[in-house]
């Protein structure tokens, strides 16, 4: 399996995966030393977008999966290149063409999103179990507001916390607000950051769905 694709293929599969402004890179490298990765490891973002400018998409390069979109080296990129976008966009030609050059866990959480409607796996009858003995109604077109705490708070039990306090702050403003519970999917912004596009739209098409039915 070849790990580099053909120059004019690739550079062109990026553009229109919308990271069509790489060329404003001129390799000053100030994203890189910016990049909080490089605290812990050695993180070279200036090659990868020089490998965007000549088509040269090295496949198994970890380092399109590395990055976690902070932003950091867009702040500070004397040419304001959309350094997260090109990156999305190489994520998006990667899970188009060679998936299984993915990490492991990236597709093991796509599968749950894709099954379960949640990264982790679990079950969706228990995404509502945050809400404990707080007695908070399900959302109906009664409601004027959609308390969507998401999948954090909802199954990891170290942060359920944070659901119910807000819950708890709403109430005590009087606030008439409502949840979908197990109806409830992930927001898909973080696959849709891991360049798949396709179940970031499934996902929010199921949420605005539920959230129409209600």
Same mark, same amino acid.
């Given at each position: 399996m070849e790990a580099v694709k053909p120059l004019k293929e690739a550079s062109d599969l990026i553009k229109d995966a919308g990271g069509e402004?790489? =060329? !404003?890179?001129?390799?000053?490298? !100030?994203?890189?030393? /910016?990049?909080?990765w490089n605290s812990v490891r050695t993180f070279i973002p200036h090659k990868i977008m020089r490998q965007a400018q000549f088509g040269l998409v090295d496949l198994e390069d970890e380092g399109y999966w590395l990055c976690t979109t902070c932003s950091i080296c867009e702040s500070r990129c004397p040419r304001g290149v959309p350094i997260t976008d090109i990156m999305r966009a190489a994520r998006v030609i990667f899970l188009e063409y060679q998936y299984t050059m993915a990490p492991v866990s990236l597709r093991?959480?796509?599968? /749950? !999103?894709? /099954? =379960?409607?949640n990264p982790w796996g679990g079950k969706r009858e228990d995404r509502g179990a945050w809400v404990g003995d707080l007695n908070i109604k399900g959302f109906t077109r009664d409601t004027e507001l959609l308390y969507f705490p998401g999948c954090v708070p909802a199954y990891d039990p170290q942060l359920g916390s944070i659901a119910r306090a807000t819950a708890n702050i709403l109430k005590k403003t009087g606030a008439n607000f409502g949840i979908l519970g197990a109806a409830e999917s992930c927001c898909g912004e973080s696959v849709r950051k891991a360049g798949n596009n396709s179940l970031f739209r499934t996902l929010a098409k199921s949420n605005i769905e539920v959230f129409n039915d209600s």
């Open positions: 402004e790489f =060329d !404003l890179c001129f390799q000053c490298g !100030l994203c890189t030393v /910016s990049c909080p093991n959480a796509m599968g /749950s !999103l894709t /099954s =379960d409607g």
